[in-house]
């Protein structure tokens, strides 16, 4: 299976201040057919999981441009640019390039 | 709109069995794998089990293979997951979430399942 280790595990962060998420595989993600199924997930107290970011850099529908993703086969990086206070929650990142897919162990963003 | 509505969660005695309905709607449900996620109590998530859309393929977490079945009615827009030989670890909020791309963009609110006795 491949492990999905997210860094670091918590994260206070000052509203209006950035935030960022690192998640490194334990294999590459490139799909045969080209494409990186890494997406990123926030899930705010209470709530199911919410799609953020699809294919390593992809924003869903309704997402707020201050989120953004990057990166490249193993390493890939979330990255909030001002933080607002509704963000907070638990960030996870998921592949699914592979069965089982698998997720990392989660972020808790707070805010300071 | 897509809408995934979990139900059947509840309280079982360990070695019991439940069963687990996810209603869709607002897609063509035939088209779509179908899968389910869990998250115990203050946890992370861990993928469980999907369903192709005609449902002739299938695929388990090891830690519930042998022991879950999952399966689909079209007719319903229904997919299900049937646990037996349940545990404590099996404690979760399981959530049905929509295949395909980009995945996953659609989840329920979640049944949560009690393991104890």
């Known amino acids: 299976d491949i492990v999905m280790t997210q860094t670091p595990l918590s994260s206070p962060v000052t509203p209006g201040q950035p935030a960022s998420i690192s998640c490194r595989s334990s294999q590459s993600l490139v799909y045969s057919d080209g494409n990186t199924y890494l997406s990123w997930l926030q899930q705010r107290p209470g709530q199911p999981p919410r799609l953020l970011i699809y294919k390593i850099s992809n924003r869903f529908s309704g997402v707020p441009d201050r989120f953004s993703g990057s990166g490249a086969g193993t390493d890939f990086t979330l990255k909030i640019s001002r933080v607002e206070a509704e963000d907070v929650g638990v960030y996870y990142c998921?592949?699914?390039?592979?069965?089982?897919?698998?997720f990392g162990q989660g972020t808790k963003l707070e805010i300071k | 709109e897509v809408q995934l509505v979990e139900s059947g969660g509840g309280l079982v005695q360990p070695g019991g069995s439940l069963r687990l309905s996810c209603a869709a709607s607002?897609?063509?449900?035939?088209?779509?794998?179908m899968h389910w996620v869990r998250q115990g109590p203050g946890k992370g998530l861990v993928w469980v089990s999907h369903?192709?859309?005609?449902?002739?393929?299938?695929a388990y977490a090891d830690s519930v293979k042998g022991r879950f079945t999952i399966s689909r009615d079209t007719a319903k827009n229904t997919v299900y997951l049937q646990m037996n030989s349940l545990r404590g670890e099996d404690t979760a909020v399981y959530y049905c979430v929509r295949g395909g791309r980009p995945f996953p963009a659609y989840w329920g609110q979640g049944t949560l399942v009690t393991v104890s006795s």
């Open positions: 998921m592949q699914s390039t592979q069965s089982p897919y698998t």
């Open positions: 607002g897609f063509t449900f035939s088209y779509y794998h």
């Open positions: 369903i192709s859309g005609d449902g002739s393929s299938t």
